[in-house]
């Protein structure tokens, strides 16, 4: 569990950080990073391997890379569009059941580049978002209730 502090203020919300744990297993661009420096640091001297291979893993790592960019730009995107918009959070309490909660997104912020979702004074994270609700769908609800 991560603790987010929204601008400066001194109310604190938790969030859940599952992604961490589920990019433990992934080769990241780090990782991949890492073991061209070793395959290039433990290559044989006698028979060095060809220049035009640490090309193609090179262009191969700078692709890795853009497209994390661009995951991250497109979430944040995304993130921001929601402002002003109701929503529905699907997140779960301390013993691991499912709980939803719902309102107007206040602001969006990122946080060690992820987005969070500000809703009714309390920070959610972005991927923890199950539905984003037209308001006149919500109010037509409410009076059928």
Not at 76 to 103: F, H, N, P, R
């Amino acid at each position: 569990m991560s603790s987010v502090n929204p601008l400066g203020t001194n109310q604190t919300s938790t969030v859940t950080d599952t992604s961490a744990i589920e990019n433990k297993n992934a080769l990241g661009k780090d990782a991949f990073l890492q073991l061209l420096v070793t395959q290039m640091k433990y290559q044989d001297p006698m028979n060095p391997s060809d220049s035009t291979q640490y090309m193609s893993q090179l262009a191969q790592f700078t692709s890795l890379e853009e497209m994390e960019n661009l995951n991250t730009n497109f979430d944040k995107a995304s993130a921001q569009d929601l402002v002003g918009k109701y929503v529905i959070m699907k997140t779960e309490d301390a013993a691991g059941k499912a709980d939803y909660v719902s309102g107007m997104v206040d602001y969006m912020l990122m946080q060690n580049g992820k987005p969070f979702l500000s809703i009714n004074d309390h920070v959610y994270d972005y991927e923890d978002l199950d539905s984003v609700v037209d308001p006149d769908y919500v109010a037509n609800m409410g009076d059928k209730a």
